[in-house]
């Protein structure tokens, strides 16, 4: 997972109104995630956070921007097309003759005794 989804995550789940630190971010990634990422890595994708518009900088903390806060738009799944009964093929050899209607019985006649 891509670092700046799991600060995402992180500032939505510590809901702080004045931005949550450095500290208190990877503090929670490592409670919750149970992963540990490094000093170097966490500041390149805060950086690359702050450009892009999703995090604003206060002081030494960040907080998620209005934009990012709201919920990406859901996409309206595409209707279902609908399929018929799909015959299974059956292989030539497997064929039998085409039968060609009820074949007429012929009429025993009972001799009386």
Do not use: F
């Amino acid at each position: 997972m891509a670092t700046i989804a799991i600060v995402k995550e992180c500032l939505v789940a510590l809901n702080d109104r004045t931005g949550s630190s450095l500290y208190a971010i990877n503090k929670w990634i490592q409670s919750e995630k149970k992963v540990v990422i490094k000093k170097h890595v966490m500041k390149a994708a805060l950086k690359k956070g702050v450009e892009k518009g999703i995090l604003i900088p206060v002081k030494a903390s960040y907080k998620l921007s209005p934009a990012a806060k709201k919920p990406a738009p859901k996409k309206k799944p595409a209707p279902k097309k609908k399929t018929g009964t799909k015959k299974k093929r059956i292989p030539d050899y497997c064929k039998l003759a085409p039968k060609t209607g009820p074949s007429p019985k012929k009429k025993v006649k009972r001799r009386k005794q």
